[in-house]
């Protein structure tokens, strides 16, 4: 199955990622929550990457039992920094011989004294192309509707998702974002180039302030005024940022189903709550 056909049958998809946890007690929690997630019928779980490959065993290992134990698709992410063609081909193959095929392929976040491995490769566009020759894989590909934070200027950046689709990605999904009017120009920007792939949001239910604060500083994504303010009168109260987060997220998904996007990918943080309410409070539009 590809990654397409789950945006085919007339309904939006709802897919979520998940991080692995570092210990054993983390992912029995995180099971926890898969399984309450398993109620809103995910098309697919994707199990992110760590940083320069910091979570490469935890990702197999997660991804594997997820596909085996819980009966969800699954897909894995992978990043080409920081590893060489033979490492890439044996991690890739081995997933796709237990029947995980689906890819949501990156260049990964480097570090500053970042060198790609002699035979490795620079560019998510170049690893797409790579796997491609390896195995059938269905792949994902990361898109910036407020520009990828290192690219030159928002048409180099449009020019690179070109690449990728061109290079053989399947659909998109978007980096994380607030403003939805940014979605939807993004969108019309990536038809004007002519990328046919669907184009899927991502939307990251709020947590805590520190914490979004932290993650926006790091992809370059701006948070809109009024919900900064909103989350500051909420103090240390944690759970009354929650609130303010999903009570957000169910405005932002609710206008974004009415304008036909073919799905939502939820940055879940590993929680299942949020991700609950939202889906609920938008069960008329699904
Ligand atoms: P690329 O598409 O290669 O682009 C990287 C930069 O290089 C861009 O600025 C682009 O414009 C530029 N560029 C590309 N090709 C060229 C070229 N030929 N010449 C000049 N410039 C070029 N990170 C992780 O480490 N693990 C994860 O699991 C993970 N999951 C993610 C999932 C999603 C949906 C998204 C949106 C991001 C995810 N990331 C993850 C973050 C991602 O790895 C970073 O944003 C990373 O910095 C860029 O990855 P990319 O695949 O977009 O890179």
Do not use: W
Not at 209 to 219: A, D, M, V
């Amino acid at each position: 199955m590809k990654f397409s056909d789950f945006y085919k049958n007339g309904r939006p998809a709802l897919s979520i990622e998940i991080f692995p946890p570092k210990t054993e007690k983390g992912v029995e929690v995180l099971f926890e929550e898969l399984k309450i997630l398993k109620m809103i019928s995910p098309a697919f779980v994707s199990v992110t990457y760590g940083a320069m490959g910091s979570t490469r065993d935890l990702t197999k290992d997660l991804a594997l039992r997820i596909h085996r134990e819980l009966k969800l698709k699954t897909a894995f992410h992978f990043t080409c920094v920081g590893s060489g063609r033979i490492e890439m081909k044996d991690y890739v193959t081995s997933l796709a011989c237990e029947g995980i095929d689906l890819v949501v392929a990156l260049r990964g976040d480097k570090t500053a004294d970042f060198k790609p491995a002699e035979d490795g490769f620079q560019f998510a566009s170049e690893l797409v192309a790579y796997l491609k020759t390896l195995h059938p894989f269905s792949m994902a590909v990361a898109g910036y509707p407020e520009k990828h934070i290192e690219a030159e200027s928002f048409s180099s950046d449009l020019e690179n998702l070109k690449r990728k689709v061109n290079a053989g990605a399947d659909i998109v999904i978007t980096q994380l974002f607030f403003d939805n009017t940014i979605y939807y120009s993004y969108v019309e920007k990536v038809r004007q180039i002519g990328i046919t792939a669907q184009i899927v949001p991502g939307i990251l239910p709020i947590q805590s302030l520190k914490q979004i604060q932290r993650i926006t500083g790091l992809c370059g994504v701006n948070l809109p005024p009024a919900l900064l303010t909103e989350l500051e009168s909420c103090g240390e109260d944690e759970a009354a940022m929650r609130e303010v987060g999903v009570n957000y997220a169910i405005r932002q998904c609710r206008d974004l189903l009415q304008n036909g996007v073919p799905g939502i990918h939820f940055y879940s943080l590993n929680k299942s709550q949020s991700v609950l309410k939202i889906v609920e409070a938008c069960r008329d539009l699904l």
